[in-house]
């Protein structure tokens, strides 16, 4: 994709990376230690929404919801997300789907709904911090400098299923192929050659660097790089007013119809403050 050329090399001192990304019952630890309230529990502040109706100003998260029909994927008016995704009141990583929801059976599984400070706040408490892009994807490739998949050039080989995405026609259809229609537990898919596992689908995951569409060209310009830590600043010309940082891997809404940016040469991009159903992290340390 436009934003992930050029190809370029850059290196990369040691680092110790999770297998996996951060569970609920990890995260549940580090909020029952300090009291750490996140930002979809909290109401949103009337200053930073002007206009915005008191009734709307109410603490929440977005959820994805898949529309009863199928729906066109793409629109003339780039709103056709908007018949899958809604901000719920009351969503957040204790209440996935909304406030009726709750983590019962769901300890191993991603912890979602964070936002970039909730990560890097959970980050400083467990004594690490949240990998650079570069880092990540060092990580996600696992040797395989080229590779389109964290594990080959191949999708499923020999019929395995190696990565939690979307089965059957999104956004309605989901066939659960592999065993799961949503988020699946940690650690569920094989490793790749550094044991590291769901580098590619289940959850996107946020990484430190500030988004900019232009950063793969810029540091193409400089030569190799070693231990690149992103631009200083934000700018996606899709939303000028957005602070984004950058996320990677893709998760389980990801398809070829769609999103395929399980491709580990793919970059995504979020807004710093708001949380989802199918955004976590996983966190790295120095040796």
Same mark, same amino acid.
């Given at each position: 994709m436009r934003d992930a050329r050029p190809v370029h090399r850059v290196r990369v001192s040691g680092f110790w990376m999770d297998i996996h990304e951060v569970t609920n019952d990890e995260f549940g630890e580090f909020v029952e230690a300090t009291g750490y309230v996140t930002v979809a529990e909290q109401s949103p502040q009337a200053e930073d929404f002007p206009g915005a109706p008191p009734e709307n100003l109410v603490a929440g998260s977005i959820v994805f919801t898949p529309p009863r029909e199928q729906v066109p994927v793409r629109d003339a008016s780039g709103t056709a997300h908007l018949r899958w995704w809604a901000y719920v009141p009351g969503a957040s990583w204790r209440h996935p789907s909304g406030p009726a929801s709750d983590l019962e059976g769901r300890g191993d599984e991603p912890v979602v709904h964070v936002a970039y400070e909730d990560a890097k706040a959970y980050a400083a408490w467990a004594g690490k911090r949240l990998p650079s892009e570069a880092e990540w994807e060092c990580a996600a490739r696992g040797g395989l400098a080229g590779a389109t998949y964290p594990w080959g050039d191949e999708f499923r080989p020999g019929? +395995? @299923?190696?990565?939690? +995405? @979307?089965q059957g026609r999104f956004p309605a259809e989901h066939t659960a192929e592999d065993g799961y229609a949503g988020i699946a537990p940690v650690g569920r898919y094989p490793a790749n050659a550094y044991g590291i596992h769901d580098?590619?689908?289940?959850?996107?995951e946020w990484c430190s660097d500030w988004y900019r569409p232009d950063t793969y060209e810029r540091d193409a310009a400089r030569g190799i790089v070693d231990d690149p830590r992103g631009p200083a600043d934000s700018h996606d010309p899709a939303e000028p007013g957005q602070i984004k940082r950058v996320q990677r891997g893709g998760s389980f809404l990801c398809s070829d119809q769609y999103c395929s940016r399980y491709i580990v040469g793919t970059r995504g991009k979020g807004e710093v403050s708001s949380a989802t159903n199918h955004i976590g992290f996983r966190c790295v340390k120095a040796p």
């Open positions: 019929g +395995t @299923w190696m990565a939690n +995405t @979307w580098m590619s689908g289940n959850v996107w």
